[in-house]
T-cell receptor
């Protein structure tokens, strides 16, 4: 099994540019999570999907962030326009189960985003 | 909102010494998970505890879930250099997990 796949692994962009992060969850998993990790704020849940439907986006910082899951095997997190404070490692995770808050989460390798 | 705090934030130990990290939630949890993140890596699931007062062991690692289901601990006996990393607890609620602040462990050989 390939595990959770994220791309790109590293992204360097300039302030104001659009950034799109991609995630392919483990086949058969029905929940997908986007996290952001920084030294200052730790690991923050941005949004999660269950059966491709966004359930809770209360962690999304502001309107510049948006996430989609058009099908069970693909999700994107978009930042438009990007700002230097968005620099962080973004993780995608997936899990399988009937209840979202009770299953092991499998994390992808992360995307390290640097906004200059 | 719900908060999950961990102490200590950092811990340096000599190889062979024991290590404990504590996790405290502001609300009662349905379950708790523990993850380990190696430097430069991603969080990897270690274990899940569900029952009040539950204790589970994995080789040198012992995990406990408090009676009130608001706190948990991870204890490592006789640390090894391979134990280096950040240990996170994740408090399970009705619909999602809230990750703790993490404890970064360094093991000096």
């Amino acid at each position: 099994d390939a595990g959770v796949i994220q791309s790109p692994r590293h992204e360097v962009t300039e302030m104001g540019q659009e950034v799109t992060l991609r995630c392919k969850p483990i086949s058969g998993h029905n929940s997908l999570f986007w996290y952001r990790q920084t030294m200052m704020r730790g690991l923050e849940l941005l949004i999660y999907f269950n059966n491709n439907v966004p359930i809770d986006d209360s962690g999304m910082p502001e309107d510049r962030f948006s996430a989609k899951m058009p099908n069970a095997s693909f999700s994107t997190l978009k930042i438009q326009p990007s700002e230097p404070r968005d620099s962080a490692v973004y993780f995608c995770a997936s899990s399988f189960g009937r209840r979202v808050g009770s299953n092991e989460q499998f994390f992808g390798p992360g995307t390290r985003l640097t906004v200059l | 909102g719900q908060q999950v705090m961990q102490i200590p934030q950092y811990q340096h130990v000599q190889e062979g010494e024991d290590f404990t990290t504590y996790c405290n939630s502001s609300t009662t949890l349905s379950n708790i998970q523990w993850y380990k993140q190696r430097p430069g890596g991603h969080p990897v699931f270690l274990i899940q505890l569900v029952k009040s007062g539950e204790v589970k062991k994995q080789k040198r690692l012992t995990f406990q879930f408090g009676e009130a289901k608001k706190n948990s601990s991870l204890h490592i006996t006789a640390t090894q250099t391979t134990d280096v990393g950040t240990y996170f607890c994740a408090g399970g609620g009705t619909y999602k997990y809230i990750f703790g602040t993490g404890t970064r462990l360094k093991v000096l050989a």
